[in-house]
């Protein structure tokens, strides 16, 4: 009997310490900001062209009738140092606050989140890629991979999430699309897809072009469906990524959005900044009840990730009442 008992308990502990096992190494996973598993199906939606998806995605940042024509919204949000702002909730697209929203102004590496989806949409992750030369002909963030190394997609699109490297999303592209040109043109069949018609997209990873750019709102459309896709969500708000290159060895990449690194709060989406653009953040943040979406483009200070905290942290606290209305202005008409 003594040695049944002893063998049942062996098996329950061996049970205890798999499940405990594979619990702590995900959260570990977590805090070493590794990547996490293969995503299910259900971590890619792309938005069909059917009629009622094309009226829900006319609905995604829209300001309200009775708004049109105003410059800034509502007149009690905190003040912005960024020249032209959106927020929206992150659920429903409904407007929650905006600063000069549809002016053109270029939004630099904020881009590749258009990038990002279109390679999460596009599918097959775990495939590989290899790298070209013209692919590391790029400045100034660099992954500084090799030709010839050979990643999978899933590696190369948490890196250029996590660490905004120019590098990787030429990469990307010239894998998914055969060159620079052809992603672009994708780029812009899919931000037209979204809603985002005042935008025009000519490489990957927002790097300067002239006659590149697009607007707060076209940005916060993009966003809405990149907020969509769970694979995209867990690499954003990762606070950092080690990456091992081909040869093997290890690097940690610090995180561009500071954000992440300051609360569970934020959960990420994507940094940018050129001397053209300006400093540039999209961020999102949630508070388990409430998920809210912010673009702040053509700011001129490092103090943008404070301004981003405040305004995000008001979003979140926005009375009931005023979202309720806000969503319905967000249908009318």
Known sequence: MRNWLILLLGIVSLFWVGFTQDVFSKSREVRRALPPDKPSQTDVISMDNSSSSNALQARIARTPPSLVGRALYPADAPPTIASSVMMIDAQTGAVLFFKNPD?????ASTQKLLTALLIAEHGGLDGSIRVAAEDCAVEPTKLGFRPGDVYTKRQLLAAMLVHSCNDVAACLARNDAGSIPAFSRRMNAKAAALGASNSHFMNPNGL???????TARDMARIAYAAYRVSI?????KLPGLTFTYASGRQRFLEPTNELVTRSVTFTGMKTGY??????CLISSATNGDRDVILIQLGGTHRLLFDDAQRLLTWGLGRRGSVIAKAKVDAVGD
């Open 208 to 214: 300067p072009r002239t006659g590149q750019y697009s």
């Open 232 to 236: 995209l969500r867990q690499f954003m």
């Open 274 to 279: 050129t001397d053209a653009s300006g400093r």
């Open 103 to 107: 002016i053109r102004r270029p939004v």
